[in-house]
């Protein structure tokens, strides 16, 4: 057996993993860097000039900063500490974005935690299941989320009818600061329970059980032996939920108001006034913040890497105590009300939209909501949005931005889990997408791309649908990323060490042996592309502008102006399709594991 | 390095001296080398050097893991690297593979320079702690995966090479197994078979029995060494522990603090340590300081004679040394336990021993090891009276512990032993470490 030709595809190898990270490059800079850049340097640039007065004037104005303006119109921080503490004091946009966003985070952590304690350390029925569910939320499409918590919170809606039958008067919860946070805690309190759930089951029993024969009572063995390690995993995940929730905008959007706009909101209102200087500087103020906290998170993430180590986990307890001590009385006591709690937040959305979609504004069934959308879809007019193109728009943009994003965010996790140095640099890289303004990258590339660009007398132009695509990619890399990391750099390194001593080449390990270990990741992270892909809503609204190409996001936010009935149909059919096509690749590519 | 022709004989010019190893069938006969000079049949110091070390130094940061080391290994030796954790003795195995490159010095195989060729390149077997097997395929697929890089030795197809190499390896018919589903034992077999399956030239064993128990580390050991006769294939293997180095090496090359202290065949190690560290290190030792004595104050003993042969066959003086308050005759001279050569280039001895010693003058410092074995109840000769601490059974034997003077002494008996005890030792018994004039001059090695 001759071996030239597998000298040939040797070489052809090793320059593979070079070309591929060339690619990934490239397609980063055209559909992400260059665009936002375009974007962005006209808060400095105006009519060709170079100028920090929009920043400055940006800066200095107490409708965007509050009281935090001051500083830049020259007082100083006493002055500000105590506009801060006044009681008629001025959050501005930007200071109640932190605000929310702040209040959020310590929402979804409360709501978050017992989910872990749960999950890690008691044993039931449909266990396992239920931390797979835990991911759901995460991907469901935050408009879908916002239809169902407005069907929720409506006047109308199911609280509201709810109370009324026990007799309780109703609440106005629509508009208010009380129902994004729960709508930003629905999203985020999952994250921060899988997050934590791991680094639980990771704590080395032996461990507590020498804080015990050392004399430590359980709650001091805890706080001593098991809070340190959980530490690490809260932080993080709370850093992440604050970055997506400062960045936040469908949920604000539809369950806000006027009163409580967020910078995205914003930025969106400025972008589409044309005011693109203003835009462009509270985007990168936005920016600025985000990126701080997402690389700060970074860093604080590659300080605490968990061990590959196998540890003997904490023991579960059953669910159905053994004895009925008090104390396991105040436990299941304590459990079953974070349950219901629990069901309200998660299933109540999804319940009431599922509802609504069936019920007209007196109460009554009917299907009357379903068939407006197959009237519209059979005698709509061209410029008003029908059902099936937006359906199959969202399932074609789905599976082509996963087959973009897998090649990327694989690539991107092979650099991070291979470089010694500049590995935060690479993964703040990787991560970027999450503190860039969505409405920022649709802009970016309805300007830059869609509209085209004059270089050497041609104009290069890219069609909607394929900026779209684009947008969804940059979009759901990062979460392939994320998903494949961490299998990467848990491999023994003997495994690779190995394959290359018996003759093969970096890339040709890579791909006979890591890839094949970390496949469930790449699944993982193929679901979360296509889940991300479903739910963008964001820059996909910005492009689908006048085009042909919306998709069901987009269709649900031009129904939910009118009335709500014919939004959560198009809701429904949105969860319908993004939990089939989700369930679909995890159960084709086998079970899947994350973090 | 390897230039592996279309016809898969993987011969190489400066070889040509030798047997074809790659393309001969498995016969434990093989190991019948012309150039074999030395005794049970382990390469002499004739044999072309495989693996060479040239003044290597490897640093991470301040620290050197690998200090200036020069060593030679030869074609078709077993040759053991053993020290304590941190030795640097992983990382010698690491520079040889080319996991690591050398910060200084040189790594040569068959003479050439092997700086910056890549592990895939470079024509050794690895066998891990862990075995590191590939989860994902097949005990056969595993052993085949070299294959997929160069041709199987000897013109035989894929599959016949990966069923000879199972044989080898006593794990006939396991080629669709899952590793998951094997013993540790078996494991490391796989592992083996996988190293050896593209026909290396130098294999290398990284501590590959500390993850068994005893009983298999034994039977396993002697397994990797009669595979390792039978191919005749240069072989690196670490390990920190002595007693399995002495046990299957040609050479043992024993570190301390990333540098080699005395590379000796097991015999020679063990019987005439370079220095109190390999002294205490490989095997139960008694280490004593003294000081050289006048004469007039000699013992029984050492009026017998001034001068005595031990079992070497070497010549020695019999000295007075004061430990402790007593006095004790102890045999000086003998071939010295070179560190960096072998036996079979040792300088004559004269008399009165080599560059060693040859006239220790009163007022002398000391150090010389007694093994437990020699320490004796019943020895006339260099009486101690001490107290039995403890006595651990072994089985064939019984571990005594003593303290005598203040200094613990262990030895070796047949039968436990309680109380206070009278011990001696032969002169010729004791083996000297160290010893340093008192002008100042050391005479160690």
Not at chain 2, 64 to 67: E, F, G, P, Q, T
Not at chain 2, 132 to 138: I, K, S, Y
């Given at each position: 057996m001759s071996d030239t030709p597998h000298r040939l595809r040797d070489r052809v190898k090793r320059r593979a993993l070079a070309a591929l990270t060339a690619a990934t490059v490239a397609v980063l800079v055209v559909v992400f860097y260059y665009p936002v850049g375009t974007v962005l340097v006209e808060a400095v640039v105006v009519d060709g000039r170079l100028t920090l007065t929009v920043f400055a004037d940006l800066l200095r104005d107490p409708f965007y900063l509050?009281?935090?303006a001051r500083l830049f119109t020259g007082e100083g921080p006493v002055a500000v500490a105590r506009a801060l503490a006044a009681p008629d004091r001025r959050l501005g946009i930007v200071g109640f974005t932190a605000y929310q966003a702040v209040l959020s985070t310590i929402l979804s952590v409360a709501l978050g935690l017992p989910a872990a304690y749960v999950l890690a350390r008691f044993e039931f029925p449909g266990r396992r299941t239920l931390r797979s569910v835990t991911i759901l939320p995460f991907v469901l499409p935050s408009i879908m989320v916002a239809v169902g918590f407005v069907a929720t919170f409506g006047r109308n809606g199911t609280l509201n009818a709810v109370l009324t039958a026990v007799g309780v008067p109703r609440v106005e919860l629509m508009f208010t600061l009380e129902a994004i946070l729960i709508a930003h805690a629905f999203y985020n309190a999952p994250l921060v329970a899988r997050v934590t759930t791991a680094a639980w089951e990771s704590v080395d029993a032996s461990a507590v059980e020498t804080a015990r024969s050392l004399g430590a009572g359980p709650l001091r063995a805890f706080l001593d032996v098991v809070a340190p390690q959980l530490y690490p995993a809260v932080l993080t995940s709370a850093a992440l939920t604050f970055v997506f929730t400062f960045g936040t905008f469908p949920i604000v959007l539809a369950l806000g108001g006027f009163e409580l706009a967020t910078v995205e909101v914003f930025v969106y209102r400025l972008a589409r006034d044309l005011q693109y200087a203003e835009a462009a500087a509270l985007a990168l103020v936005e920016l600025a913040i985000a990126l701080g906290v997402l690389f700060a998170y970074l860093r604080y993430e590659a300080a605490t890497a968990v061990s590959a180590r196998r540890v003997r986990p904490l023991p579960r307890k059953p669910l159905w105590p053994t004895a009925w001590t008090p104390r396991a009385l105040a436990e299941r006591a304590g459990i079953v009300t974070y349950a219901g709690i629990v069901a309200v937040v998660f299933l109540a959305p999804i319940v009431s939209m599922l509802l609504a979609s069936v019920t007209t504004a007196d109460g009554s069934l009917t299907l009357d909501h379903y068939r407006f959308l197959l009237t519209r879809q059979q005698t709509?007019?061209?410029?008003q949005v029908r059902p099936w193109p937006a359906v199959r728009n969202s399932v074609l943009f789905a599976g082509a931005s996963a087959l973009v994003a897998l090649p990327m965010g694989v690539v991107v996790a092979v650099i991070t889990t291979r470089a010694s140095r500049g590995r935060s640099l690479v993964g703040a890289v990787a991560m970027a997408p999450f503190a860039v303004s969505g409405i920022v990258v649709g802009l970016g590339l309805l300007r830059g791309l869609v509209f085209g660009v004059e270089v050497a007398g041609w104009r290069i132009a890219v069609a909607g649908s394929a900026a779209i695509v684009a947008a969804h990619a940059v979009a759901g890399y990062p979460f392939v990323v994320r998903t494949v990391a961490p299998g990467l750099a848990s491999l023994d390194a003997s495994l690779v060490e190995s394959a290359r001593a018996l003759g093969a080449s970096r890339a040709r390990a890579l791909f006979d042996i890591e890839l094949p270990l970390v496949w469930p990741g790449v699944v993982a992270g193929a679901a979360f592309a296509v889940a991300i892909s479903m739910g963008e809503f964001t820059a996909t609204v910005v492009l689908a502008t006048g085009a042909d190409a919306y998709t069901m996001p987009v269709a649900i936010e031009r129904f939910i102006g009118r009335r709500l009935g014919p939004a959560t149909a198009m809701g429904v059919v949105l969860l319908v399709v993004t939990g089939v096509s989700f369930l679909v690749i995890e159960r084709l590519g086998g079970e899947v594991r994350d973090y | 390095m390897r230039s592996v022709t279309t016809d898969g004989s993987g011969a190489r010019d400066d070889r040509e001296?030798?047997?074809d190893r790659d393309g001969a069938p498995y016969s434990p006969e093989a190991s019948g080398d012309a150039t074999t000079d030395g005794e049970f049949g382990r390469p002499g110091p004739n044999v072309p050097t495989a693996v060479e070390f040239d003044g290597v130094t490897k640093r991470y940061g301040e620290t050197?893991?690998?200090?200036s080391v020069d060593l030679a290994v030869r074609e078709g030796e077993f040759f053991t690297v053993v020290g304590p954790s941190g030795c640097g003795k992983t990382t010698m195995l690491r520079l040889v593979a080319g996991f690591e490159a050398p910060t200084d010095g040189r790594v040569r195989f068959g003479g050439s320079d092997v700086s910056g060729v890549p592990p895939e390149a470079r024509d050794v077997g690895v066998v891990f702690q862990n075995y590191?097997?590939?989860?994902?395929?097949?005990v056969g697929e595993n052993v085949g995966y070299g294959l997929r890089f160069s041709a199987p030795p000897g013109g035989v197809s894929r599959e016949e090479r990966i069923d000879a190499l199972l044989e080898l390896v006593d794990l006939p018919g396991t080629s669709g197994r899952d590793p998951d589903s094997l013993s540790g034992g078996q494991r490391q077999r796989v592992a083996i078979a996988r190293a050896l399956a593209p026909g290396p030239d130098v294999l290398l064993l990284d501590e590959?029995?500390?993850?068994?128990?005893a009983r298999l580390r034994e039977r396993l050991r002697l397994q990797v060494r009669s595979i390792q006769r039978s191919l005749g294939i240069t072989t690196v293997y670490v390990t920190h522990d002595q007693e399995e180095a002495l046990s299957v090496s040609d050479r043992v090359a024993v570190m301390r603090d990333g540098s080699v202290v005395q590379v000796a065949p097991p015999r020679t190690v063990y019987r005439r340590p370079a220095s109190r560290f390999v002294a205490e290190f490989v095997g139960d030792n008694n280490v004593f300081e003294g000081v050289v004595a006048a004469r007039g104050t000699v013992s029984a003993a050492e009026s017998e004679g001034g001068e005595t042969v031990n079992d070497d066959g070497d010549e020695q003086r019999v000295v007075p040394v004061a430990v402790h308050d007593t006095t004790l005759a102890i045999g000086f001279g003998g071939g010295s336990p070179e560190r960096a050569d072998d036996e079979g280039a040792a300088t004559a001895t004269d008399a009165h021993g080599t560059g060693w010693s040859s006239t220790p003058r009163a007022g002398d410092r000391v150090v010389f090891c007694v093994r437990p074995q020699h320490l004796q109840v019943d020895r006339a000769q260099n009486r101690l009276r001490a107290d039995v601490e403890g006595a651990e059974f072994l089985g064939e034997t019984t571990r005594v512990h003593l303290t005598w003077s203040g200094q613990q002494l262990v030895l070796s008996a047949e039968e436990p032993l309680a109380g206070a005890v009278t011990v001696g030792f032969d002169p010729r018994d004791a083996h000297v470490v160290e010893h340093t004039a008192t002008d100042g001059g050391a005479d160690t090695s």
């Open positions: 509050g009281e935090v709509g007019a061209a410029f | 001296a030798h047997d050197a893991a690998v200090d590191a097997l590939f989860p994902h395929l097949t590959p029995m500390s993850a068994l128990d």
